[in-house]
């Protein structure tokens, strides 16, 4: 009895301590509670307007970084045991961890393959606010080792390195070395790997004694793969400049990205042309032709300009946006071995080869849309019976496709349709101001996207072969965002307006 009399002033004590701390996490929520009201204000805006205000990647990286740090401080303020589930499912919805990553993941993208274009330590165009700090530039790097994208990180950490030592911040400039070290030594530079370690055992030999033993080991693991001491010493002078190779090695599909021509063994002997179509004079096109301009004779490649008005493209916008989700790809055998794959429990592949929303739009949600497939129907003289709905994509910043064919392998590579894809169509559903063009690295080919206008191929050989020419991809978005809408169509249905053929090359 006496003992629990005792406690009486402990528990007091406790329970003040724990009210002050559970007064002082309510202060925080409030605190979040105020800037979200302030931040609302700024970004209460339309979709085309939040487009604008979002079209700079390092604008898009600071959003979600910060958004991201905000909402784990809100979590962390929150007992997440006592929430509603409305709360948590807002809390589910908002920018994660995979956010930020496909943030910076994107950053390290358009600076892969546009190189210059995409230095955003630098100011572009006399643009002085969208330029990454070197705290930006650091923290990307060491994102991007973690995500083992060492390529990206050999990049941004020796940029902030050079940033940090400019300005003489001898502290965040060791720390750019001590990642460097590690990044560089995958990379296949331990030369450099153990110079860096040199200038950090100098620096922490007084400073810290569990970083310096660290440091040793790691010198001890360079010098022994340069092969010994004495040819270790000799490496030193770091005279050879260092290796560091993307993780996809795609130098056509970078050149064709970056607008750049690129030579091809195999070049076409018959004339291009531009003229007005109408499809041996089909009814709907006799009044009302429309341009065609061919790009490649083989796969049929062509660009049909000023195909779609204004109103259709809003209509189209607005019926994906409600059912946008993430963009996924059916992995087939030879996906499924790929390292850039991952395959979900769902049996969807996530993947570093695709970033993108996809919604479907069906004829049958408005009359304009039915309107649509029968234009094109028309201009193609293809049959809709076996094609699929129309499938609209949004391409935010660093948004991509790498390179894939869209027919499959196999009797039935899509068991929900009829057949192979016969034929691809791409309307273009804006214009895009840097980035975004779908290329095609086997031809040569670029397509630059044009509001309105859309491109087409044909995906087989009339021996129903897949056509290997058609290999395509959609450039990273460099600035802006990307609308385009694809609809395939099938083999059934299409037998008498695209006929068989045995040769393979026909």
């Known amino acids: 009895m006496s003992k629990s009399v005792a406690l009486y002033p402990v528990l007091a004590e406790r329970l003040e301590s724990h009210l002050v701390e559970e007064e002082n996490r309510i202060k925080r929520i409030r605190s979040h509670i105020e800037i979200l009201k302030l931040e609302n204000k700024k970004m209460n805006m339309s979709r085309k307007e939040l487009e604008a205000e979002m079209a700079h990647p390092v604008r898009v990286y600071r959003f979600v970084s910060q958004f991201y740090s905000d909402i784990e401080d809100i979590r962390d303020s929150l007992d997440m045991s006592r929430i509603s589930e409305e709360l948590r499912e807002t809390l589910s919805q908002l920018p994660s961890q995979k956010d930020y990553i496909d943030a910076v993941g994107a950053i390290a993208r358009l600076q892969e393959v546009y190189k210059d274009e995409a230095d955003f330590t630098r100011p572009q165009a006399n643009n002085t606010i969208d330029v990454l700090t070197a705290e930006e530039v650091f923290d990307i790097g060491r994102t991007c080792s973690e995500m083992e994208n060492y390529y990206g990180a050999l990049n941004n950490l020796v940029r902030a390195k050079e940033m940090f030592e400019d300005r003489n911040d001898t502290v965040q400039a060791m720390a750019a070395y001590d990642h460097l070290a590690f990044v560089m030594f995958e990379q296949q530079n331990p030369d450099y790997a153990l110079n860096y370690t040199y200038n950090l055992i100098d620096y922490y030999k007084d400073k810290d004694e569990e970083i310096l033993t660290r440091l040793q080991d790691n ?30 090695q795609l130098p056509i599909y970078n050149k064709l990205c970056r607008g750049e021509s690129v030579e091809l063994e195999a070049k076409e002997s018959k004339p291009l042309q531009c003229h ?17 301009e061919d790009l490649h004779i083989e796969t049929g490649l062509s660009f049909f300009h000023e195909v779609l008005s204004d109103k259709e493209i809003k209509l189209f916008q607005e019926k994906a946006s409600g059912v946008f989700e993430d963009s996924q790809l059916v992995p087939d055998d030879d996906i499924k071995k790929d390292p ?13 080869v695709r970033s993108s929303n996809t919604g479907w739009v069906d004829d049958e949600m408005d009359v304009m849309v039915k309107t649509v497939s029968r234009r094109i129907a028309a201009i193609l003289d293809l049959d809709l019976k076996s094609a699929e709905s129309f499938q609209v994509l949004s391409y935010g910043i660093g948004g991509f496709y790498l390179p894939h064919f869209d027919w499959g392998d196999g009797e039935n590579p899509f068991a929900d349709f009829e057949g192979n894809r016969i034929a691809t169509w791409i309307f273009y559903l804006n214009n895009i101001k840097k980035g975004g063009a779908t290329v095609f690295p086997d031809i040569g080919a670029t397509v630059w996207p044009e509001k309105g206008g859309a491109a087409f191929w044909r995906n087989l050989h009339r021996n129903g072969e897949g056509n290997r020419l058609t290999l395509h991809a959609a450039c990273p978005v460099l600035e802006g965002y990307k609308w385009a809408s694809n609809k395939w169509f099938h083999t059934v249905g299409n037998e008498f307006s695209w006929p068989c053929d045995v040769n393979p090359e026909s």
């Open 219 to 248: 010198r001890k693991l360079y010098i022994e793969e340069l092969g010994g001491e004495e040819l270790a010493n000799q490496s030193l002078s770091l005279s050879r400049p260092y290796n560091n190779e993307p993780l996809e």
């Open 276 to 292: 007005m179509h109408t499809n041996n004079n089909h009814p709907l096109l006799i009044l009302a032709p429309v341009k065609k």
């Open 340 to 352: 850039n794959f991952e395959v979900k429990d769902d049996g969807y592949a996530d993947t570093r």
